[in-house]
């Protein structure tokens, strides 16, 4: 068993920083960032603390606690990028389900200024072991997840094909998915 923060610090560096949103973000949970260049150089992860704290509904009998998180370029973060994980954790939580590997959210309009992102995917954490993938508290088991923000045309390619065949153009293409400002995937595009 470890502490939820002690676990997310181990991966991700120290926190750095952190806020608790305004009146529309859900009692309890706070956005975090931590240390630059983790896990790779030019990257800051932001992450949600306390989204845990709620049991969401998932397919299974279970249910989920999750955390999100997001990689984004550690120079020239989007000022609202903690707005859109606060947004994605109320949704969760107004809906009592958890996001579901592979899930879409959008395009519902652009997600940060001067970007072309407009859907986020919901994928396990791909630059981080599996270790870091899964908390294991006291009070439940905290599954972690990395909320990747998709152009239209990659999304669209997503909802049409799946989840899978999203990953297998990731894989294939190998694009900067914290570049913000990064084309779409060549496949999305030829759809």
């Given amino acids: 068993?470890?502490?939820?923060?002690?676990?997310?610090?181990?991966?991700?560096?120290?926190?750095?920083?952190?806020?608790?949103?305004?009146?529309?973000?859900?009692?309890?949970?706070?956005?975090?960032?931590?240390?630059?260049?983790?896990?790779?150089?030019?990257?800051?992860?932001m992450a949600t603390v306390g989204l845990s704290r709620y049991h969401l509904a998932q397919s299974t009998d279970a249910g989920i606690h999750h955390e999100l998180l997001m990689h984004l370029p550690?120079?020239?973060?989007?000022?609202?990028?903690?707005?859109?994980?606060?947004?994605?954790?109320?949704?969760?939580?107004?809906?009592?389900?958890?996001?579901?590997?592979?899930?879409?959210?959008?395009?519902?309009?652009?997600?940060?200024?001067?970007?072309?992102?407009t859907a986020l995917y919901a994928a396990t954490p791909g630059y981080l072991p599996a270790a870091f993938h899964t908390c294991e508290t006291s009070a439940a088991t905290i599954v972690m997840t990395c909320l990747v923000p998709l152009t239209t045309s990659d999304a669209i390619y997503a909802r049409t094909h799946g989840w899978r065949a999203l990953e297998q153009a990731i894989a294939e293409e190998q694009p900067d998915l914290v570049n913000l400002n990064r084309p779409s995937l060549r496949v999305g595009t030829a759809t």
């Fill in 1 to 45: 068993m470890t502490d939820l923060i002690a676990h997310l610090e181990s991966f991700l560096g120290l926190i750095t920083g952190g806020t608790r949103g305004d009146d529309s973000t859900p009692s309890g949970v706070q956005v975090a960032w931590f240390a630059e260049d983790v896990p790779f150089a030019g990257v800051t992860t």
């Fill in 74 to 117: 550690t120079h020239g973060q989007p000022a609202n990028a903690a707005g859109v994980l606060f947004q994605v954790a109320r949704m969760a939580i107004a809906r009592g389900y958890g996001l579901a590997r592979g899930e879409i959210l959008g395009p519902s309009g652009t997600l940060f200024e001067g970007t072309p992102m």
